[in-house]
Each structure stands twice: as C-alpha cells, then as structure tokens.
C-alpha cells in the first residue's frame, strides 16, 4: 500500500462541547444539561484522522504555553502525528471553542483563535522544507488568511496536492488562491457562503459548485451531512449517497471526511473511491461524542469498505 507524507496546517483548540435541548438563539438564555473538554481544532482534528486512518502526518500549528496546550499536543501525539513543528506560544492562550451540541446531533461552534493567529506569513515562509517533503497539504481557515495564502502558493510552487477545506466560512477567496486548489471540500453553508448562492438542495450545490470551478479549482467536493456528498468536476457531477446512521454529535463529521479523503488520495485511490471512504468514516464519527474522540481507526472501517 502506498503511503505519503500528510502536512496539516491550522487550527489546534480546546473544545468546550455544552449539551442543550436546542441552540439557543439571539436574546435567550438556556440551561445546558453537561459540559465537557475535549481537544479540537479543524486544523488538529483532520490530522488527528489523516493519522488515525493510516496516513503519515505532520502538523504546523501553535498552541499556547498552558494546560490546554500539553493536551492538544498530546492527543495529536497519541494518534501518532508528528507534532515536532508545533509552536507553544508563552504570550497567548491556546485556541478555544465553545460548541452548543442540541438534541438531534447538530452543533453551533464559535471559535477563539488565540495563539492560531500566530502562525502568520513568515511562520510558513520559515518552514519552507516541510513544503518539500510532503506530497499532500490540508489547509483550513482558522488561522489568519495570509498563512493560508502563503501556504497554498508553497504547495503550489513544490506541485503538492492541495486539499482546502473553507471553514469557518467567508464570502470571498481570492481566485489567485482558488486556481491552485486541487479539492475544495465545503459544507452546505460554506459554499452557499463563499458562492453567495442558496445551497438546500442537491440540485443547488452543483449550480454553486459549478461557480467555484470557474474560478479554477480542480474538484469541489460538497459535504451534505445525511444527504452524502457530492463531487463536481468540469466533466461530472456526481452525488454519494451517506450511510444511514443515528447520529448524535456531528462536531467532526467534516473533518474526519477530509482526513479520509486526504488518506485515500495519498495512498494513489480515485477521488471516488475516496469520497466513499469519507462518507463511511465520517458514519461512524457522528455515532460517537467528541472530536478526536470519535474519530475511527482504520481497522474500524475497511471492513466495510473493502467490497464498495
């Protein structure tokens, strides 16, 4: 089995996943029924996963010099990513989120960066080498935009393999950034966001998706929670089906699909057959609490994928 070099750059936080009946909206106060603290992050879950599902991973990143910090690191460590490049910051916290979970699984998540605007321009620009090294980059937005951009232009330049996943979503990617996307891997919200297009609908996702392709990305795949994923490319469009399952936290369905996505295609599998395996890893994810908590190993799902 061919196996390639991961580099994960982004968001490292501590999660503080509240439980309530329903997400509260402007102007309510609402009694939670539990609390707890969990490592998260887009950025440290993807990598977490992309380890976790066989994938060689290293993560560029910051945390800040305190408790949350030595958790995050060590939960990455523990899956077996390769943390080394990881900056612990002694002038800010690390990165936190409060994440409203309501009764039917579904989450409301507000992020504080803190030490994830450290990584800057010239974070990236010092670690050059990694670029190099790695055969396949996963960007994410919750850490400042001119890294990102720095990023992709390095991947670029080195003929990486981009996979950028737009979250938390913003109205506005430059084309100059977009054209050298390989997989642009949006959820509903994000790419009606980014497209400025109404997405509830499969139907509406290929229209918006299609707007993305313009502006030259490569792939676009949609994740639609309970309704799959759909791929569009210049020649297809393409919708797979998700897995029927209870769910009861979708925290890091996005972000075990990626790191899913991100394992398949290094390992020299199709887009598709990638996108399968997404779908099944990300399954499994929403039956289970937490972040990195419920994000299977590969011996949970070949199994299952195997005949697909």
Same mark, same amino acid.
């Given at each position: 089995?061919?196996?390639?070099?991961?580099?994960?750059?982004?968001?490292?936080?501590?999660?503080?996943?509240?439980?309530?009946?329903?997400?509260?909206?402007?102007?309510?106060?609402?009694?939670?029924?539990?609390?707890?603290?969990?490592?998260?992050?887009?950025?440290?879950?993807?990598?977490?996963?992309?380890?976790?599902?066989?994938?060689?991973?290293?993560?560029?990143?910051?945390?800040?010099?305190?408790?949350?910090?030595?958790?995050?690191?060590?939960?990455?460590?523990?899956?077996?990513?390769?943390?080394?490049?990881?900056?612990?910051?002694?002038?800010?916290?690390?990165?936190?989120?409060?994440?409203?979970?309501?009764?039917?699984?579904?989450?409301?998540?507000?992020?504080?960066?803190?030490?994830?605007?450290?990584?800057?321009?010239?974070?990236?620009?010092?670690?050059?080498?990694?670029?190099?090294?790695?055969?396949?980059?996963?960007? +994410?937005?919750?850490?400042?935009?001119?890294?990102?951009?720095?990023?992709?232009? =390095?991947?670029?330049?080195?003929?990486?393999?981009?996979?950028?996943?737009?979250?938390?979503?913003?109205?506005?990617?430059?084309?100059?950034?977009?054209?050298?996307?390989?997989?642009?891997?949006?959820?509903?919200?994000?790419?009606?966001?980014?497209?400025?297009?109404?997405?509830?609908?499969?139907?509406?996702?290929?229209?918006?998706? +299609?707007?993305?392709?313009?502006?030259?990305?490569?792939?676009?795949?949609?994740?639609?929670?309970?309704?799959?994923?759909?791929?569009?490319?210049?020649?297809?469009?393409?919708?797979?089906?998700?897995?029927?399952?209870?769910?009861?936290?979708?925290?890091?369905?996005?972000?075990?699909?990626?790191?899913?996505?991100?394992?398949? =295609?290094?390992?020299?599998?199709?887009?598709?057959?990638?996108?399968?395996?997404?779908? +099944?890893?990300?399954?499994?994810?929403?039956?289970?609490?937490?972040?990195?908590?419920?994000?299977?190993?590969?011996?949970?799902?070949?199994?299952?994928?195997?005949?697909?």
């Amino acid at each position: 089995m061919k196996k390639s070099n991961i580099l994960v750059i982004g968001s490292l936080n501590m999660d503080w996943i509240i439980e309530v009946d329903h997400t509260p909206i402007a102007g309510e106060t609402l009694l939670g029924h539990f609390a707890k603290e969990v490592p998260g992050g887009k950025g440290a879950n993807q990598a977490y996963a992309a380890s976790s599902l066989g994938g060689h991973v290293t993560m560029l990143g910051a945390v800040g010099k305190d408790p949350s910090g030595e958790k995050l690191l060590q939960s990455l460590q523990k899956a077996g990513v390769n943390t080394s490049p990881i900056q612990a910051n002694s002038e800010t916290g690390s990165g936190m989120a409060i994440i409203y979970l309501n009764k039917m699984g579904n989450n409301s998540i507000v992020v504080l960066p803190n030490a994830n605007n450290t990584v800057t321009k010239e974070v990236i620009m010092a670690h050059d080498e990694l670029f190099k090294i790695a055969d396949i980059i996963m960007l +994410q937005l919750e850490i400042p935009l001119e890294a990102v951009y720095e990023a992709a232009a =390095l991947a670029h330049k080195y003929h990486k393999t981009i996979i950028l996943n737009p979250a938390p979503a913003i109205s506005h990617l430059p084309n100059e950034i977009l054209s050298k996307i390989d997989y642009i891997t949006p959820n509903e919200t994000e790419l009606s966001t980014l497209t400025n297009q109404p997405v509830t609908t499969v139907d509406d996702a290929i229209i918006a998706a +299609q707007t993305l392709l313009l502006s030259g990305v490569k792939h676009v795949i949609t994740t639609l929670g309970e309704k799959g994923a759909i791929l569009v490319t210049l020649e297809e469009a393409r919708h797979f089906p998700a897995l029927s399952v209870k769910a009861i936290d979708t925290t890091a369905a996005g972000d075990s699909f990626n790191g899913a996505l991100a394992v398949y =295609l290094a390992e020299g599998k199709s887009i598709e057959e990638a996108i399968v395996f997404g779908n +099944q890893v990300a399954a499994i994810t929403v039956t289970r609490e937490g972040a990195q908590s419920s994000i299977p190993f590969r011996e949970e799902i070949l199994p299952t994928t195997e005949n697909l």
